[in-house]
């Protein structure tokens, strides 16, 4: 159990354009969900940590109207990279964790976004 | 500052050899403690956790960590390194009463196995 998968797996766009990535909990409710985002032979840098029906909550720096954060149902969240950059170019992973004041998340399978 | 410490970049061992992978965190608090594994391209498996109680716990893969509050660490280890296990690996923390799972992950360490 407690599997969360990511779509795409890998997408490449053309810069200016906007991409969704959705990150589903498969087999469990997920009230908090979390987008990450890693650099090539980086650690994970938190993004914004999106709660089931209320706005996202955006770490400093990470710019909003840029990274669009919807978790509009228990099992779905989504990461829209608005006109996209080269520079967004990245691997996205989201998380989910089980429940209300469940420490403990599982992570997607990453999405790798490449903006030309 | 509030910090989570891997001081090894990269580790080289040997296949069969025994593996030590270090993590330091620096808050008021003890946070619950994770280790995770990451291959390239891929997303993040779980190892061990630690939220109380027994200071040494169990992972899978065979994978072991000990949690000394008094170092401030969480040391991941493994008896006998096996080629599948070069990867990069990640100590995280969650910090109590924050979100639930918002995590710090430390910068990781790169572990190469040699044959």
Known sequence: ?116 | AQSVTQPDIHITVSEGASLELRCNYSYGATPYLFWYVQSPGQGLQLLLKYFSGDTLVQGIKGFEAEFKRSQSSFNLRKPSVHWSDAAEYFCAVVLFNTNAGKSTFGDGTTLTVKP
């Open chain 1, 1 to 116: 159990g407690a599997v969360v998968s990511q779509h795409p797996s890998w997408v490449i766009c053309k810069s200016g354009t906007s991409v969704k990535i959705e990150c589903r909990s498969l087999d469990f409710q997920a009230t908090t969900m979390f987008w990450y985002r890693q650099f090539p032979k980086q650690s994970l840098m938190l993004m914004a940590t999106s709660n089931e029906g209320s706005k996202a909550t955006y770490e400093q720096g990470v710019e909003k109207d840029k990274f669009l954060i919807n978790h509009a149902s228990l099992t779905l969240s989504t990461l829209t990279v608005t006109s996209a950059h080269p520079e967004d170019s990245s691997f996205y992973i989201c998380s989910a964790a089980r429940g209300t004041g469940s420490y403990e998340q599982y992570f997607g399978p990453g999405t790798r976004l490449t903006v030309t």
